[in-house]
């Protein structure tokens, strides 16, 4: 299967500081996803990425698959953003493959 | 975008025993998933349910511990029978969505004593 490898694991903010998050595929996929698990367990859809760039409000991702990792940009942080940050790659949408995660914490 | 309603939220349930966790999507969806989140680690996709025919399970996953049920395109269960404390986990449906992104249930936290 894909490895998919996220970094850093851990990651620790000041309310209002911006972030990258990274997440680097092992083969050529057609499928990357950006996941926003709440400290409540509940898995948010935050970008369907598989090429290009795209942008959310505060968030935006780009994906290079050419070079087989995806970004993921948090802008102005707010504490309602910690939580864990899941990457998750599949060749297509029969099967995909999740990180290991990064687990952000923002502080007030 | 699908919502997905997922019963129970949360359960204590007595070893050896067995849940089923039942997961109900707003609208038909061609492709349902369920999978598992053991506790501080990543997801791992358990099988794919598929409306009238049987669950494609992954590898480390067999259908006697884990029968799954898919009557039709709106509604699947996840049965984990024969519990051990070791199944305590989150338990996740999810679905994929037009348009490529998927979406999930707000999980089943499972414990067994």
């Known amino acids: 299967g894909i490895q998919v490898e996220q970094s850093p694991p851990d990651l620790i903010l000041q309310e209002g500081a911006n972030s990258t998050l990274r997440c680097n595929f092992s083969d050529s996929v057609n499928n990357l996803q950006w996941f926003h698990q709440n400290p409540w367990g509940q898995l948010i859809n935050l970008f369907y990425?598989?090429?290009g760039t795209k942008q959310n409000g505060r968030l935006s991702a780009t994906t290079v698959a050419t070079e087989r990792y995806s970004l993921l940009y948090i802008s102005s942080s707010q504490t309602t953003d910690s939580g864990v940050y899941f990457c998750?790659?599949?060749?297509?949408?029969?099967?995909?493959?999740f990180g290991s995660g990064t687990k952000l914490n923002v502080k007030p | 975008s699908a919502v997905i309603s997922q019963k129970p939220s949360r359960d204590i349930c007595q070893r050896g025993t067995s849940l089923t966790i039942q997961c109900q999507v707003d609208?038909?969806?061609?492709?349902m998933f369920w999978y598992r989140q053991q506790p501080g680690q990543s997801l791992t996709l358990i099988a794919t349910a598929n409306q009238g025919s049987e669950a494609t399970y992954e590898s480390g996953f067999v259908i006697d511990k884990f029968p799954i049920s898919r009557p039709n395109l709106t509604f699947s269960t996840l049965t984990v029978s024969n519990m051990s404390p070791e199944d305590s986990s989150i338990y996740l449906c999810s679905v994929l969505l037009q348009g490529g992104g998927y979406t999930f249930g707000s999980g089943t936290r499972l414990t067994v004593v």
């Open positions: 998750a790659a599949g060749y297509n949408f029969n099967k995909f493959y």
């Open positions: 609208s038909q969806v061609t492709m």
């Open positions: 990425i598989p090429s």
